[in-house]
């Protein structure tokens, strides 16, 4: 089982910009594409950004589209999600996630923005991390 751990939320302003990680200890996430997530209470988790395991190809939820990028460095095992011109909406719990590697990664970060990335099985969830969008 991977282990992904989640940093770089915190309190921000309105229009600000954070950057997030999901950094994996005991196990390489070369091979995974991962997916960042995002969840407030009573609400479903939605998908909002994916990104293949070599960096070359993402996807990205219309409500992130042009203000978050996601992107990853191998070498240290680390994947990022860029956040800029931040929305008191953005407000959030803020997750990633690995699949199984017996699935297919093109599908699964279609389904990652198309909601429909429940019926997978994962190697790694995030505990999270909390961003604050406020004035």
């Known amino acids: 089982q991977l282990q992904l751990v989640e940093s770089g939320g915190g309190l921000v302003q309105p229009g600000g910009s954070l950057r997030l990680s999901c950094a994996a200890s005991r ?10 997530f995002r969840q407030v209470p009573r609400k479903e988790r939605e998908g909002i950004a994916c990104i293949s395991s070599s960096g070359d190809r993402t996807n990205y939820a219309d409500s992130v589209k042009g203000r978050f990028i996601i992107s990853r460095d ?15 909406e953005d407000t959030s719990g803020y ?12 599908e699964w970060c279609e389904d990652v923005i ?10 790694g969830w995030g505990r999270g991390t909390e961003v604050t969008v406020s004035s």
């Open 95 to 106: 997750y990633c996630a690995a699949p199984n590697l017996h699935s297919d990664p093109h």
């Open 114 to 123: 198309g909601g429909d990335f429940w019926r997978y099985e994962y190697d």
């Open 27 to 36: 196990f390489s996430l070369d091979s995974y594409a991962i997916g960042w």
């Open 74 to 88: 191998n070498a240290k095992n680390t994947v990022y999600l860029q956040m800029d011109s931040l929305k008191p």
